[in-house]
């Protein structure tokens, strides 16, 4: 990848992470897999509430969360298990009426698909990426 290429990319995932942090900030819900992800968005600066989405029966837990909050945010990890989960809670959060997005997660992971696997590492794989390129720019 060129220093440009990263550029961009990195670019791309702040942006990302400020529709994040703003979607959040309006109300809507996050689910996440685990603590490590809820503590990797924490980090990242998302206040609002986040969701873990393997402490409960999926369909148990998407039917309360879809009373809760009318957005929801599916951001599961991108193995393949975080695949299913993302496909099952869609259509679960649907079915009970909320208006989920699955968008996001799926440009994240368009972005660092061939890097990291996972949310937890998103903070980070965008820490190291700046730290790269703040070094690149010196050269």
């Known amino acids: 990848m060129s220093v440009q290429e990263d550029m961009e990319r990195l670019e791309k995932l ?3 992470i400020q529709d994040l ?3 959040s900030d309006e109300g809507a819900a996050i689910i996440v897999e685990g603590m490590r992800d809820r503590r990797a968005l924490r ?3 998302i206040t609002g509430p986040i969701r873990l989405g393997t402490q409960k029966a999926i369909l148990e837990l998407c039917e309360e969360v879809a009373r ?3 957005n929801v945010i599916v951001l599961t990890d991108w193995d393949y298990k975080g ?3 993302a496909r ?3 259509d679960f959060l649907n079915n009970a009426g909320a208006v989920v997005n699955t968008d996001i997660r799926e440009r994240i992971k368009a972005l660092v698909k061939k890097r990291i696997k996972d949310i937890e590492s998103l903070n980070n794989h965008m820490h190291n990426l700046r730290a790269e390129l703040n070094t690149s720019d010196s050269i």
Do not use: S
């Open 83 to 85: 695949e299913k989960i």
């Open 14 to 16: 702040e942006e990302l």
């Open 88 to 90: 099952l809670m869609a």
């Open 43 to 45: 980090e990242l600066g």
């Open 21 to 23: 942090r703003q979607r």
């Open 68 to 70: 809760e909050y009318n």
